[in-house]
């Protein structure tokens, strides 16, 4: 991608900012009921069943995660515990930033507006975004455009909202599946991948990779 400064900068906060740790907490929380050499398939198949909850008409991000977990236990024959899966929902406004974020953050932020779209509710993202260490100019969740990510009204909501064009934001996400690939099918050309190792990179996307936030300025020049 060749330089460019855009209007706004646009982030996926949960993995891309915030360090998400759903599959963290499933191994602490089921290393008891599911072998060691089994766990990584189980923390696929959780995350697997997050993205299918996500993909239907807007819910409440409590029932993504519960429904999620009970078809997750389901498949493996373990009893669910509403209890337990309360507690992944409570977690995520605990967790911080990647360490590279804040300060690859503060290098853009004097510059360019940062603006959060993400698949959080509206009592917990406010939490997570506190702690990342730059101001932001606007901050929009599923919750607010009644759609989750990668749906495309999610999008279309953020665009709205700012009363700007897809052609004058760069997104940036560490996820192809929940934000890249459907950014690209809305037209948004300027992407930014940045490789944390969840799941695969796929070129034909068109988007500049990055190891971390630090990687930000240069991408646009700063």
């Not at 819910?59 to 515990?81: L, M, S």
């Not at 953020?158 to 940036?172: F, K, R, T, Y």
Request: aromatic fraction near 12%; hydrophobic fraction near 40%.
């Amino acid at each position: 991608m060749a330089l460019f400064k855009p209007k706004y900068i646009t982030f996926d906060c949960y993995g891309t900012l915030t360090r998400f740790r759903m599959s963290d907490l499933a191994r602490e929380t089921f290393g008891d009921r599911v072998a060691a050499d089994n766990m990584e398939q189980f923390t696929k198949d959780f995350a697997s069943y997050r993205m299918d909850e996500v993909l239907g008409a807007w819910k409440p991000y409590q029932d993504v995660v519960k429904n999620a977990i009970r078809r997750t236990v389901k498949r493996w024959n373990i009893e669910y515990n509403d209890a337990e899966a309360q507690k992944f929902y409570d977690a995520v406004p605990t967790w911080g930033p990647h360490p590279d974020v804040p300060e690859g953050l503060a290098k853009v932020a004097k510059e360019i507006p940062l603006v959060i779209l993400s698949n959080a509710s509206n009592d917990q993202i406010q939490s997570n975004v506190d702690k990342l260490g730059a101001p932001f100019h606007r901050v929009y969740t599923a919750q607010m455009a009644q759609a989750y990510k990668p749906r495309l009204p999610a999008f279309e909501y953020m665009l709205d909202n700012l009363g700007c064009g897809p052609e004058d934001i760069l997104h940036v996400s560490s996820s192809l599946r929940y934000d890249l690939m459907a950014a690209d099918d809305l037209g948004i050309r300027n992407k930014v991948f940045v490789n944390r190792g969840h799941g695969p990179s796929n070129p034909a996307y068109n988007y500049t990779e990055i190891q971390d936030i630090g990687g930000l300025a240069g991408v646009v020049g700063l």
